[in-house]
């Protein structure tokens, strides 16, 4: 179930509360008539069943009761009543099939805003990443992707083209560009160091690296684990199992690869021949 938390004009509080009424799905109504300071109106408050919850909302959309007054939405983790079970009887669907576009756009844009946080998110993921590859430690590669914050604003592009929301998509792709920029630069930066204090070296990228090497040599499953862990991630936003983002983040590897290039410059750049990206049967210096 979902608590609705509304403040409404005066002349729009019998629309409101029609409107809800006659929303399958909707119980536990109560209206306080001129209890809003700021802005000045009336609260209203129901709990809603999940599945009912985006047509609920869109209905208060259209009576603009987000511009003229205020629409807050969340959780409720216990709900101990029998009209609540009606509620949720009575709404068509299930809960957990639910898709509350409103409370996904409004997850992806705080993870798809670039922000320092972000940036040293991404840098941070990088750099571990790094010492991974050099390594050939899988240990620090699946540390580096679940730091990586980079699934955010992929997410977000990705509801962007969903919903048509050309800002969204812009936030996200800059977001990515100048996150995954900065944290390379600075990686590079980090290689050098780690190679003037005799811990990173050429012959550490040019050896076979068999617990590492997926990052330099995708293959038709990397494809497939990608498309998959996208799916994975997207399901997971939309019904509320935040905790299948864990698993979600350890099968995204864009973070590693984005290492390896920044060591690889690095190296490459003292004369040496480093392996960046390989094809099967084929090696690129």
């Not at 409720?76 to 509350?100: F, H, T, Y």
């Not at 811990?199 to 997926?214: G, H, I, K, M």
């Not at 330099?216 to 199992?241: E, H, I």
């Amino acid at each position: 179930m979902l608590h609705l938390r509304l403040i409404t004009p005066p002349d729009r509080t019998d629309d409101v509360v029609r409107l809800i009424e006659k929303t399958p799905g909707t119980t536990h109504l109560a209206v306080v008539a001129g209890a809003a300071r700021n802005p000045s109106g009336d609260i209203v408050m129901c709990d809603v069943a999940r599945e009912a919850g985006d047509e609920l909302i869109d209905g208060l959309r259209t009576l603009e009761i987000d511009k003229c007054g205020s629409i807050a939405l969340e959780n409720i983790d216990l709900s101990l009543s029998l009209r609540a079970d009606k509620a949720e009887d009575e709404a068509p669907g299930e809960g957990a099939d639910a898709v509350l576009w409103e409370h996904l756009e409004d997850a992806t844009h705080e993870e798809s805003t670039l922000s320092v946080t972000y940036v040293a998110f991404i840098t941070l993921a990088t750099m571990i990443a790094a010492c991974g590859v050099v390594l050939d430690n899988a240990i620090l590669i699946v540390g580096a992707m679940a730091v990586g914050p980079e699934f955010g604003p992929l997410a977000g592009f990705c509801t962007a083209l969903v919903q048509r929301t050309p800002r969204l998509a812009l936030r996200s792709m800059i977001a990515l560009l100048v996150g995954f920029a900065v944290a390379m630069v600075a990686t590079v930066g980090f290689s050098f160091f780690m190679d003037a204090v005799d811990l990173f070296d050429a012959e550490s990228l040019d050896a076979a690296r068999p617990n590492t090497n997926f990052i330099y040599r995708p293959d038709w499953f990397s494809f497939v684990v990608a498309v998959l862990a996208g799916a994975a991630g997207t399901l997971s936003l939309t019904s509320a199992k935040s905790g299948a983002l864990v698993g979600v983040a350890i099968s995204v590897t864009t973070v590693p690869a984005a290492a390896n290039a920044a060591v690889a410059l690095s190296t490459s750049s003292d004369g040496g021949c480093t392996r960046v990206w390989e094809s099967p049967g084929s090696t690129v210096g």
